[in-house]
């Protein structure tokens, strides 16, 4: 459950269809630079947890925000 957001956005963008956004630039500069070694492995797990962590930050601030009556 943690990584089906990352992983979706890597599917979208190894088959070309991502939407723009940091995830999918990171990703694919990823994919890009090291594609099929461990630092691609290592970077992407790194990213996975920087991208979550951004995400629930993102989610905390904007969500009392969109709850205002």
Do not use: H, W
């Not at 090291?34 to 629930?56: E, M, P, Q, V």
Request: one cysteine or more.
């Amino acid at each position: 459950m943690r990584d089906l957001p990352y992983d979706a956005a890597k599917n979208d963008v190894l088959a070309g269809i991502a939407a723009s956004s940091v995830a999918q630039k990171v990703i694919y500069k990823l994919e890009k630079t090291f594609a099929g070694t461990n630092t691609c492995l290592l970077k992407g797990k790194a990213a996975r947890d920087a991208l979550g962590i951004a995400y629930a930050a993102a989610v905390d601030t904007v969500s009392p925000l969109l709850s205002l009556p």
